[in-house]
């Protein structure tokens, strides 16, 4: 008869994750397609930054939040990838009690920051559609860093509501965890103590976060939409829909995932196949969104190109090659240019 003491949670000392699957062959596939996406994630995310970073062009309260946006993707992915990763190429299944829990906060407080920094590219798209002639004004280089700023408080606070009520749950013998990282709807199912609040807390959380940002954004688009629908020109319709379209895309993408796991989760009672599923919000969007951005905004693509040609430029010159009539090219013409 299995052993379902509960035991305080200060003895615990490892969870197990399950992860995908048990087939050692399918492991194997999964470890280098996540190590793909992984990279792909962060290079893709990174390249964002860069461009954005070092092109004055793009100095602006659309690609500010942008940046932001593609920072706290690679901050989601690396908090639960490469865990992942490690236990397939070791064959281990454990997590700290510790880093289990850090995970569940990181992953709380960067999933919920990203509801919150579309919703401000959705309002920051408003104010540059609805009020073009004030659009600097108003969207200050104060206002856009306090926006972010506030973003993260209500993310960081959430996140840590919800890890210091999981920390007072006690834990059963059996600290299997059927997931790829330690999710906090799965680490409360485990748990042995009455987990009601907790559950009740999670719900009215993901109603008040979700009904404000996802409200934040419907309202942004019917406001854009009123506005765009009331302009004489085509070609005026045609700029402000497109400076729309990364965004709104990146919006269905990331709600479409998050909606598909929840009903797969109400229709399946596997915790391996919700587990499946939730790679679909946890690793696909955040990966996908540099592509996104990059293949449907124009000054993105020009920047990039701008960027990449430099750092080639800059590898050339250091590993010794230069081509004839070329200049020396030096770091700090790289970061100054």
Known sequence: ????????????????????????????????????????????????????????????????????????????????????LVNIQTKSQSISYTSCFTQITLVVIFAYLENFLLAVMAYDRYVAICHPLRYMDIMSPRLCGLLVLLSLLFSIGDGQIHTLRALQLSFCTDLEIPHFFCELAQVIKIACSDTVIDNILIYVSICIVGGITLGGIIFSYIRIVSSVLGMPSRGAKYKAF???????????????????????????????????????????????????????????KVSLRKLIGRMLSFLCCFIGFRPTGAKDFSMTEFFMK
């Open 1 to 84: 008869m299995e052993n379902t003491e509960p035991i305080n949670q200060t003895a615990v000392s490892d969870f197990l994750l399950l992860g995908l699957t048990d087939d050692p062959e399918v492991q194997s596939f999964i470890f280098r397609l996540f190590l793909l996406m992984y990279l792909t994630n962060i290079l893709g995310n990174l390249l964002i930054i860069l461009t954005v970073t070092f092109d004055s062009h793009l100095h602006t309260p659309m690609y500010f939040f942008l940046s932001n946006l593609s920072f706290t993707d690679i901050c989601i992915s690396s908090t639960t990838i490469p865990k992942m």
């Open 242 to 300: 497109s400076t729309c379209g990364s965004h709104l895309s990146v919006v269905s993408l990331f709600y479409g995932t998050v909606c598909g796991v929840y009903i797969s989760a109400a229709v399946t009672d596997s915790s391996r196949k919700t587990a499946v599923a939730s790679v679909m919000y946890s690793v696909v969007p955040q990966m996908l969104n540099p592509f996104i951005y990059s293949l449907r905004n124009r000054e993105i």
